[in-house]
């Protein structure tokens, strides 16, 4: 079983930067994909992006692509989700996970070990 704490969220505005970190301990870290989604109030959790085990593959949501990018340190036992040009509807608390099925799909029900979240806020 792994576990997963994120941090980094906060309140910036409208074009502006964050970084979010994803530690993760558990398992080995080096062996398995990333995932970060987040949910919106009185929205469903959506996929961001995502990392192969080894940095060599990642996907992005069309939402965020060109804005965002994720990347992973395995000898710090962490993923990272760099955002930029922020925009209100990035509003949302921001969740890394790992995929619980193979292959998966960039939906919420093929990932867990869901950390408790870190809220993001795009003030316009």
């Known amino acids: 079983q792994v576990q997963l704490v994120e941090s980094g969220g906060g309140l910036v505005q409208a074009g502006g930067s964050l970084r979010l970190s994803c530690a993760a301990s558990?398992?080995?870290?080096?062996?398995?994909?990333m995932g970060w989604f987040r949910q919106a109030p009185g929205k469903e959790r959506e996929f961001v992006a995502a990392?192969?085990?080894?940095?060599?593959?990642?996907y992005y949501a069309d939402s965020v692509k060109g804005r965002v990018t994720i990347s992973r340190d395995n000898a710090e036992n962490t993923v990272y989700l760099q955002m930029n040009n922020l925009q209100s509807e990035d509003t949302a608390v921001y969740y890394c996970?790992?995929?619980?099925?193979?292959?998966?799909?960039?939906?919420?029900?093929?990932?867990?070990?869901w950390g408790q979240g870190t809220q993001v806020t795009v003030s316009s």
């Open positions: 990392i192969g085990w080894s940095s060599g593959l990642t």
């Open positions: 996970a790992v995929p619980r099925r193979l292959p998966w799909r960039p939906v919420s029900a093929d990932f867990g070990s």
């Open positions: 558990g398992r080995t870290f080096s062996s398995y994909a």
